[in-house]
């Protein structure tokens, strides 16, 4: 769910990722939350495998009251509600356009950078640094840094692509937050997450004791693809959701792909983002 560098309530937070349909090795994020700070502004920082690699995308042109990736987001949700599927249908309520937030985002593209910023800027107490040091040590990690305004904000999901880590779609929630601004950035595992997080594309996990769920495939047809970048605008198959809450464990999560069933026999001769490249090709 994110790195909280002020102490926030965070409702709401709905993850989406999918492998690209064209190009193996590529994932899409799209990330919402509804937060709540009391004290001032502040930062939720994401981590991103191979941080070079990332781009944010836009929705397409959209009549001026619309937020696309709210609707997505609010369909793809209802795709799992077996409830929803009766004759009467009723659309997700949005929140008027003036009243959602955008993130300004930043990307750092290792643990050193962010090491860097944090002696200029002090965002964070250096223990939460060295944990977040200690649990991203691989070199391909990086960091979205998020900026989060003080008061109550329903904020516009954040949409961004970038390099898998191998056959994994990765969810970034892991969350830490401060117990208090006197606490000077102590981190706190906190345990009052009610997360909801939507995998498409992937292997459908044996995961004993989790809270998983496979979609209505009679209701896939109301999700609006159409809003997100080409490469994925698709209904892939193995799609599943997982709900996560306070006494589950606090940690990022990772989904396996199986490229044969994914992309078919022929996923050996598709284009594969290389991780020596450090700008993404004309493609992606």
């Keep these: 769910m994110g ?20 190009v193996e090795g590529v994932q899409l994020t799209l990330y919402k939350n509804d937060v709540r700070t009391m004290f001032e502004d502040g930062f939720m920082i994401l981590p991103v495998p191979y941080a070079r690699s990332v781009r944010f995308h836009h929705p397409p042109p959209h009549p001026m009251n619309s937020i696309p990736f709210l609707e997505f987001m609010n369909e793809v949700e209802r795709a799992f509600d077996f409830r929803e ?21 930043h990307v750092l593209y290792s643990k050193e950078e962010l090491i860097d910023y944090n002696d200029t800027e002090h965002i964070l107490h250096p223990s939460t ?44 929630s892991l969350v830490f937050q401060p117990r208090s601004m006197s606490d000077h950035h102590i981190p706190e595992e906190t345990n009052r997450f009610d997360d909801k997080y939507f995998i498409n594309g992937t292997v459908l996990p044996e995961y004993p004791n989790r809270n998983i769920h496979e979609v209505n495939p009679s209701l896939i047809h109301r999700i609006p693809w159409r809003v997100l970048p080409p490469r994925f ?12 809450r306070g006494s589950d464990i606090n940690r990022d999560l990772f989904y396996p792909v199986n490229p044969a ?10 284009r594969r983002f290389d991780s020596d490249e450090r700008v993404p090709p004309p493609w992606w």
């Design 129 to 172: 640094i060295e944990e977040i040091v200690e649990i991203y040590s691989e070199p391909y990690w990086g960091f979205i840094l998020c900026s989060i305004q003080a008061g109550e904000h329903v904020y516009e999901p954040l949409c961004y692509t970038h390099q898998m880590i191998g056959n994994e779609l990765f969810v970034p």
């Design 233 to 244: 605008q698709n209904s892939l198959v193995h799609f599943l959701s997982e709900t996560r």
């Design 85 to 105: 599927h009766r004759a009467s249908y009723v659309p997700s309520t949005l929140p008027p356009r003036h009243q959602v937030a955008q993130y300004q985002t």
């Design 3 to 22: 790195i909280f560098t002020v102490p926030v309530q965070v409702n709401n937070t709905r993850i989406y990722v999918s492998p690209s349909e064209r």
């Design 261 to 270: 069933i994914l992309y078919g026999n022929d996923h050996h001769d598709r």
